[in-house]
Nanobody, 124 residues
Framework: VQLQASGGGLVQAGGSLRLSCTAS????????MAWFRQAPGKEREFVAA???????YYANSVKDRFTVSWNNAKNTVYLQMNSLKPEDSAVYYC???????????????????WGQGTKVTVSS
């Protein structure tokens, strides 16, 4: 399985970006795809996740600003990021797992597959 993330860039505070993550090699019929981020000097943290079929999960810090969605036909997950803040600056990684349990989705070590990361910089 390969995950290809894209869509990062430089944006001013209050702006928006949409990240994409396309999976190839297998279809995650019942799995979870997620976004994590890692800022310099900090640990990787959970951002959002989606279970194929609709259920979504968010970190408190991004809830009501970010939206995760899944295009089944394209096997692609999107992260729409609105009202961006400087503290959202980080490298964003997509992750996937075909059999992760719900209690584990916020922990990066439980995911089998990772994309290469895309950098988001929010200027103040």
């Amino acid at each position: 399985v390969q995950l290809q993330a894209s869509g990062g860039g430089l944006v001013q505070a209050g702006g928006s970006l949409r990240l994409s993550c396309t999976a190839s090699g297998r279809t995650f019929n019942n799995g979870v795809m997620a976004w994590f981020r890692q800022a310099p000097g900090k640990e990787r943290e959970f951002v959002a996740a989606i279970r194929r079929g609709s259920a979504t999960y968010y970190a408190n810090s991004v809830k009501d600003r970010f939206t995760v969605s899944w295009n089944n036909a394209k096997n692609t997950v999107y992260l729409q990021m609105n009202s961006l803040k400087p503290e959202d600056s980080a490298v964003y990684y997509c992750a996937a797992d075909p059999s992760i349990i719900l209690s584990s989705i916020r922990y990066s070590n439980n995911y089998d597959y990772w994309g290469q990361g895309t950098k988001v910089t929010v200027s103040s």
